[in-house]
């Protein structure tokens, strides 16, 4: 029985969260509590003062104080695992949804002229399948034949269904997807377990994510701080011992606990993890977390025009005769040349020739030699049987033509060309033989809402630069509409590549958006690649990242993300260490107060007790940890504005509001515990 993928849900529901409160003990495994410096000192410490108890216990001694240190430390490091725990609940919810789908899906196996019914975990990179009004498409592929209208709610997330057709940079097809119209056959492009929706598993669930270089440079940052601050408790029984105090191990733990920053050391995996997730929630697909971060960092933009600037699907409009040419030896010539022409582009060539009168029988075509359009050559055309070479291609490729082979190029050529290029559609020339016979004008359509977007992107600091393969003319016509920064017209796959490496060589970071074969190498090239989910299978393969929404205006939304990821990291890294500060009043007067009755002053919260102090701080310390965890899961908003004014924003709020907070917080919960006789 076919299947297809349900969004998952935005909230949690209490299986979730059940679920998540489980792994926060499963992920007191010591290989799990390993890759987290702070919490694993915390376990060690929690595991001294158990042991601590318990022999109180046997020899008779009072262990109330070491048992709530011992069950606080515990729930410090239950609370850190949780927040990785949720901030993994929403990926496995839909890791479950993409997994059922996968593994329900049945698909119509092509073997020669016959069709065998197999599961789609069985196909190979090479099967053909056949998929018809209202199946599920089996696996990642290729449409090579036919055309169809295919829903991709469940993956987009969005109602309308797009088209998908053989021979065209929207041929791409996704696992789990549902056609809704007609009959297409699929080349698979992915073996078992490497397919789209594989590796949507695997990045949801957690398995594929890697540390990023920022998060990689705070770990070490808070190891560091961490060793410091055990070295300082480690010689402070010495110290302690020179003024004649006596300092408990318990006391000693509770204080390293204190002093480490535990509260950053706690969120950072959340932190990254909820960066994915929030990426995944606006339907982009990321590869790796640095993908995520790196956007927040980029400077550059680089768009492909066709398809990604515009909706893609040019349409013929009108057919100009030039030199004094017969109209309909025009059309017929374009029509000739654009029969084994697949693309939208020249399947409208065709439709709007035969909606004029013009059409070509077939023994005109029987055993021509048909030339297919390349992004080198950027140039198409049939060879007849009757001896007639008919070429169609951008104005710049057919007047080298007609240079190299010495054609008589008409005086008006050149006006009808940058007619039809200043209004921002494509012209191409149409030779038959040795005359130029006219212009065919191909009308793009920019995105809407693409200016303002841009817009928005010019105001976060970032540069966006159009390429395509179109002449200048249209290219300027296409980046006003759009309101880009710059074009480049006339662009290989090379000019894209080198462009990027160029603005790579003098230290920016480059993020590429595109969706065809040819933009592959860029795609694989920028620091951030983001594919069209619409595009090609080689495209797709080569980002590191797929927008399933296919907008290219989703960067925005992305580097957003990014920014705020790198925002979210640096207030909360802030306030770990700004709350330290209230700890030190608490603490260091309860340790040495009665042989140095001078730091009573110190006692600025006016605790009731040593004890009570010390409990406190411990305590506060393991709360603000879920207190936090919805700023780490929904990370702190970034709006444009310079980089002073944020770090003043981030230092005012998170740094004076670490230094206040916990001077209430630890007060309070003092008040507490004397109402409950701790005092």
Same mark, same amino acid.
Request: with cysteine; hydrophobic share 45%; net charge neutral.
């Given at each position: ?158 109602? +309308? ?62 190891? +560091?701080? =961490? ?51 929030? +990426? ?77 009168? *013009? ?214 890294? =802030? ?77 005012? *709020? ?9 001077? *209430? ?15």
């Amino acid at each position: 029985m076919s299947q297809t993928l349900k969004p998952a849900q935005s909230t949690f529901s209490a299986d979730q969260m059940q679920e998540a409160f489980k792994g926060g003990f499963k992920k007191f495994a010591p290989r799990m509590l390993a890759k987290n410096p702070v919490m694993l000192v915390v376990t060690v410490g929690s595991l001294v003062t158990l042991y601590i108890t318990v022999a109180n216990v046997v020899t008779g001694q009072p262990f109330l104080y070491e048992l709530s240190i011992t069950v606080i430390l515990v729930f410090t490091v239950w609370f850190a695992n949780v927040a990785e725990s949720i901030a993994e609940a929403r990926g496995k919810a839909q890791a479950k949804s993409l997994r059922s789908a996968r593994e329900g899906t049945q698909a119509r196996r092509l073997t020669g002229q016959t069709e065998q019914m197999v599961s789609s975990v069985e196909l190979h990179k090479g099967d053909l399948v056949v998929v018809e009004a209202g199946g599920v498409i089996p696996g990642d592929g290729e449409v090579i034949e036919g055309i169809a209208s295919v829903d991709e709610s469940a993956i987009t997330g969005e109602s +309308a269904p797009v088209i998908r057709e053989a021979g065209s940079d929207f041929s791409g097809v996704t696992g789990g997807t549902r056609v809704l119209s007609d009959r297409i056959v699929v080349r698979i492009s992915s073996n078992p377990g490497e397919s789209f929706l594989d590796r949507m598993i695997s990045l949801v669930e957690g398995a594929s994510r890697q540390k990023t270089p920022n998060e990689i440079a705070l770990g070490i940052l808070l190891s +560091a701080l =961490t060793l410091v601050f055990l070295l300082v408790v480690v010689t402070l029984p010495a110290i302690a011992g020179f003024v004649g105090v006596k300092v408990d191990v318990t006391t000693l733990v509770a204080l390293l606990v204190c002093l480490i920053p535990t509260t950053i050391g706690g969120l950072l995996p959340a932190i990254g993890i909820a960066g994915m997730d929030r +990426a995944l929630k606006a339907n982009v697909i990321a590869k790796s977390g640095k993908a995520v971060e790196v956007a927040g960092d980029v400077d550059t933009l680089l768009l492909d025009k066709t398809g990604t600037i515009t909706y893609g699907n040019r349409q013929a409009t009108s057919f100009i005769v030039v030199g004094g040419a017969n109209p309909k030896a025009l059309m017929e010539a374009a029509l000739l040349s654009s029969l084994a022409d697949q693309t939208p582009e020249g399947k409208s060539i065709v439709a709007l020739a035969r909606s004029s009168g *013009v059409s070509a029988s077939e023994k005109q075509t029987e055993g021509a030699e048909f030339i297919e359009f390349t992004a080198q050559t950027r140039m198409s055309g049939v060879n007849l049987p009757d001896g007639r070479q008919i070429r169609k291609g951008s104005s710049d490729r057919m007047l080298k033509l007609a240079q190299e082979q010495g054609l008589h190029v008409p005086a008006d050529l050149k006006t009808q060309v940058e007619k039809v290029a200043s209004i921002g559609a494509t012209p191409l020339v149409v030779v038959e033989d040795r005359q130029i016979l006219g212009v065919v004008a191909l009308s793009d359509v920019v995105k809407t809402g693409m200016r303002e977007r841009f817009a928005e992107l010019r105001r976060m600091g970032l540069r966006t630069v159009m390429v395509t393969g179109d002449n200048p003319l249209t290219a300027q016509a296409i980046a006003k509409e759009a309101g880009v920064d710059a074009f480049i017209a006339e662009a290989t796959p090379e000019d894209k590549l080198r462009l990027i490496r160029e603005e790579q060589s003098v230290g920016k970071r480059v993020a590429m958006m595109g969706d065809g074969t040819n933009d592959a190498p860029a795609l694989a090239q920028a620091d951030v690649g983001l594919a069209m989910n619409s595009g090609t299978p080689a495209a797709k393969e080569a980002g590191n990242m797929i927008d399933l929404d296919n907008d290219p205006t989703k960067l925005l939304e992305v580097i957003e993300i990014g920014k705020g990821l790198l925002i979210t990291r640096g207030a909360l890294t =802030t306030f770990s260490i700004a709350n330290d500060v209230a700890k030190y009043f608490a603490i260091l007067p309860a340790l040495f107060v009665t042989s140095i009755p001078e730091l009573k002053v110190l006692d600025v919260m006016g605790l009731g007790s040593p004890q009570s102090a010390i409990l406190s701080a411990v305590v506060f310390n393991a709360l603000i940890i879920p207190a936090l965890i919805p700023v780490a899961l929904k990370g702190v908003k970034y709006t444009p504005s310079s980089s002073d004014a944020l770090l003043a924003k981030n230092l005012l *709020v998170y740094g004076l509001g670490g230094v206040l907070l916990p001077f *209430v917080g630890i007060k309070l919960i003092d008040l507490v515990l004397a109402l409950l006789g701790w005092n």
